[in-house]
């Protein structure tokens, strides 16, 4: 039994759009480029062609069983900061397949790991049963995994010896991500470690370097903000063009 993360350029999408490009390339051939029609067909082809082939090629970069396997070199370097005392707990937000989830319990056997998801439609190859069948095909049993909501937390403050995320928050409609990271952190007990990585660009997220000097007003004892674009996890072309850029890690301890 071997676990499948699956990727989060679904499969069926890449298929489906190149099916389209296909589809619509023999449709503007057929009715020709004299009329205005066919150069608006000629246009949407291109344009859905150019889609097409950047969805393959994140496809391809993503996946767990590819060359390039960028999702497994993220999920590496997120879990190496996350630090869970024997007997503590951890909590994933935004667990998806359980990859991430997975990997801090690797790396801190002695200690339990939560993961949560809403587990929406837009992913629907992704869900509790899944996780937990990663759990088992990893051998790992010190993991648990639960539906919830990264803006409300259904948890106490103060209840994980850890917090941790992979590019989840951006996909969050919000005016105030840095509002969200604080209700991560929120649950976050005095001492422990925390390990978020997404896009922190400013269109998403406002400025983060003031985000950074708030949390160490707060009484944090560390917080960096890592930026991973720039061979860490990606090179800065590869962040460029999969739309990336701003991509970084927000770590410390609380």
């Known amino acids: 039994m071997k676990a499948d993360y699956k990727n989060w350029m679904p499969k069926g999408m890449v298929i489906s759009l190149c099916v389209t490009a296909v589809v619509l390339c023999i449709v ?9 029609i066919g150069k608006i067909l000629l246009i949407v082809t291109i344009l859905t062609a150019i889609c097409a082939v950047w969805m393959f090629l994140m496809y391809r970069a993503f996946s767990y069983n590819g060359k ?17 005392p024997d007997g503590g707990v951890g909590l994933d937000v935004g667990c998806g397949s359980a990859a991430l989830t ?22 629907a190859s992704f869900s509790k049963k899944l996780c937990e069948s990663n759990s088992a095909a990893e051998g790992v049993d010190n993991t648990s995994f639960q539906q919830g909501d990264a803006c ?4 106490d403050d103060e209840t994980f010896d850890a917090v ?26 005095k001492g422990g470690t925390f390990a978020i990585h997404d896009i922190f660009s400013k269109v998403k997220y406002g400025d983060m370097n003031a985000f950074v000097l708030k949390l160490k007003d707060m009484g944090y004892e560390e917080v960096r903000l890592v930026d991973t674009t720039k061979g ?3 090179t800065p072309f590869e962040s460029a063009w999969m739309g990336l850029t701003g991509s970084a890690l927000l770590v410390g301890k609380k």
Not at 102 to 122: F, L, T, Y
Not at 152 to 155: E, V
Not at 167 to 183: C, G, K
């Open 28 to 36: 503007t051939l057929c009715v020709g480029l004299s009329s205005v």
């Open 232 to 234: 860490m996890f990606m």
């Open 152 to 155: 409300k937390l259904d948890f």
């Open 68 to 84: 390039r396997q960028m999702s497994k070199q993220i999920i590496d370097g997120v879990s190496s900061y996350v630090h869970i």
């Open 102 to 123: 997975n990997a801090c319990a690797k790396k801190n056997p002695g200690a339990g790991m939560v993961g949560i998801d809403r587990w929406g439609k837009e992913y």
């Open 164 to 189: 941790t995320s992979n590019y989840v928050y951006h996909n969050i409609p919000s005016s105030d991500r840095q509002a969200i990271l604080l209700e991560t952190l929120r649950t976050l007990k």
